[in-house]
């Protein structure tokens, strides 16, 4: 079965800090996709980053950059400079590669991790 | 860009009560999903839809079930609505890519549902 862990529920930063969110997963899938999504005080989850498991190439964004780590199982997600629109929760998710369509792309979903940027 | 809209932003229902929550997506995805969100617990599954008339259990389907008549609109039913259902509810849709390859769920605004 599938997990993924984000094991901090919590973090507050000010301003221009950095901040990394953690993630490991567990999968026994050799081919399988990881994501982070973003969801402001609104609700509504926006999509971030899809990484495939052949990719371990790292990625930037901006200020946010993805550390893949296929050999410790993490996807980790930094922020850098953070800012008070940042402040958000964001979840780590983890969907093997459906073999057929009936299994569908289901996604397995971190517990999320809250940022609080204060100004 | 993907739009996914739901029926209500904020809901509150009785005890006992049918519920409906209505998901719409206007970009043809064959998928759809409902998700429900808890303090802790992340995003768990409910149940999908790979296409119209089609669906399978998620991951905690108990109390819930699902209507794909339209391959834009997945409904969730809550046949006899109890307090433990008081959640945020979450809707989804993605493409099946070439070669049955997983895609990207977009999500829809949430549907905050109080069971009194």
């Known amino acids: 079965a599938q997990k993924v862990t984000q094991a901090q529920t919590e973090i507050s930063v000010v301003e221009k800090e950095d901040v990394t969110l953690d993630c490991v997963y567990e999968?026994?899938?050799?081919?399988?996709?990881l994501f982070w999504y973003k969801q402001p005080p609104s609700g509504e989850l926006v999509f971030l980053i899809r990484r495939n498991s052949f990719d371990e190439q790292n990625e930037i964004s901006g200020r946010y950059s993805w550390n893949f780590q296929k050999s410790t199982s993490s996807f980790n997600f930094t922020i850098t400079a953070s800012q008070v629109v940042d402040s958000a929760v964001y979840f780590c998710?983890?969907?093997?590669?459906?073999?057929?369509?009936?299994?569908?792309?289901?996604?397995?979903f971190g517990g999320g991790t809250r940022v609080l940027v204060k100004p | 860009d993907v739009k996914v809209t739901q029926s209500s932003r904020y809901l509150v229902k009785r005890t006992g009560e049918k519920v409906f929550l209505e998901c719409v997506q206007d970009m043809d995805h064959e998928n759809m999903f409902w998700y429900r969100q808890d303090p802790g617990l992340g995003l768990r599954l409910i149940y999908f839809?790979?296409?119209?008339?089609?669906?399978e259990k998620g991951d905690i389907p108990e109390g819930y079930s699902v209507s794909r008549e339209k391959k834009e609109r997945f409904s969730l039913i809550l046949e006899s609505a109890s307090t433990n259902q008081t959640s945020m509810y979450l809707c989804?849709?993605?493409?099946?890519?070439?070669?049955?390859?997983?895609?990207?769920?977009?999500f829809g605004p949430g549907t905050r549902l109080t069971v009194l």
């Open positions: 998710a983890l969907s093997e590669f459906p073999m057929i369509k009936a299994a569908g792309n289901k996604l397995t």
């Open positions: 839809s790979y296409d119209v008339k089609m669906k």
């Open positions: 999968t026994r899938d050799t081919t399988y996709y």
């Open positions: 989804a849709s993605s493409l099946v890519g070439a070669h049955e390859v997983t895609d990207t769920q977009y």
